[in-house]
């Protein structure tokens, strides 16, 4: 393995994960290891632009890697949409001599970091975290496996009250544009329905679907609805809908909302930041540069930024499949 660098940064931007900690910690122990200096930036891009650094080394990140969100904090930059931003965050690196990024986010972390490598040729690797899973490039994006059992756990323990009271739940998970986390959770959980933004059931058959559930003898159920569904209506919405044509449900509305972005990690997405961190800094050290660290099939993978940002990942199409099944 041939050194082409001294001093890489390291940033979280955009909505937070768990497992962002474990990323930066495995980041700066795996610069440490190849006496690589290495400098935390906080709030993501807005940090990068004012200069706002820290100097970190093996043991400043210990007792984190259980710990949820990201201590050097996070933040969606707008300064950086604009040249003057970029510009003035390149002025900060070259005076702190730092030659290479660390980015860990989403693709709006990514296309900033894209756009920067372009303008001034400067050496970026992505670390693939958000909690939506819909990045391309990797099978797993950190902090979906966290959100994905917080979610199981709270849809659980609606589960019990609908139970308790007959009664229909409409749970709303995050997932604007993409629907794995309401997909997984939605047949972890054995939701009755799942409506995301990949595939548009329509209201009326979810009224149909609902009936159907009512006459074969369900006394309570679970809707899981993502946020972006493509019935374009909100959970409150869906609630005044069905209350209006179904007399024979009593219908609540629930939100995990930012929660699923809390917590601490799961042990998955501990192990995946660390082995991302450690690829990462190794891939800048062999001189790789406007790539993100993925895993695929549970290999380490690269996959260019650019590749990664287009479009969404696709969600798993027998799943669908397998949740009509289940709800027989
Ligand atoms: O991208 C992650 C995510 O949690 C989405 O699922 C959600 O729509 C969005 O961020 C919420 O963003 P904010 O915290 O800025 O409201």
Request: glycine share 12%; net charge neutral; charged share 25%.
């Amino acid at each position: 393995m041939h050194k082409t660098i001294k001093k890489i940064g390291v940033m979280t931007s955009g909505g937070d994960s768990p497992g962002m900690n474990a990323a930066i910690r495995s980041v700066v122990r795996t610069c440490a290891y190849h006496n690589i200096e290495c400098f935390g930036i906080y709030k993501g891009y807005e940090g990068l632009i004012d200069g706002d650094f820290i100097p970190l080394d093996a043991r400043s990140v210990r007792g984190i890697i259980n710990k949820g969100g990201t201590f050097l904090k996070s933040a969606r930059s707008k300064r950086f949409r604009t040249k003057e931003g970029r510009k003035a965050a390149h002025d900060q690196l070259l005076k702190n001599n730092i030659d290479s990024l660390v980015l860990i986010g989403g693709d709006g972390t990514f296309t900033g970091g894209l756009v920067f490598n372009q303008e001034y040729g400067f050496p970026v690797m992505g670390i693939p975290g958000t909690i939506d899973n819909d990045i391309n490039g990797t099978d797993r994006t950190l902090g979906y496996d966290t959100a994905l059992n917080t979610a199981v756990e709270a849809i659980d323990k609606i589960r019990d009250t609908a139970h308790s009271h007959d009664r229909l739940f409409f749970v709303e998970v995050m997932g604007r544009d993409v629907g794995h986390i309401a997909l997984n959770a939605g047949v972890g959980a054995g939701a009755e329905e799942i409506l995301i933004p990949e595939e548009d059931m329509g209201i009326d058959r979810l009224v149909e679907s609902l009936e159907r559930s009512k006459k074969s003898g369900k006394s309570s159920s679970i809707v899981i609805v993502a946020e972006g569904d493509k019935i374009g209506k909100s959970v409150f919405e869906l609630k005044d809908y069905v209350d209006e044509n179904l007399d024979e449900y009593d219908v609540r509305v629930s939100v995990l909302g930012h929660m699923q972005r809390g917590g601490s990690p799961t042990c998955y997405d501990r192990v995946l930041a660390s082995r991302m961190g450690v690829k990462a800094v190794e891939s800048l050290i062999e001189g790789k540069s406007n790539f993100m660290v993925g895993t695929i099939h549970d290999k380490m993978e690269l996959c260019p930024l650019e590749k990664a940002i287009k479009g969404h990942s696709k969600i798993n199409k027998e799943l669908i499949r397998v949740s009509d099944i289940m709800t027989t």
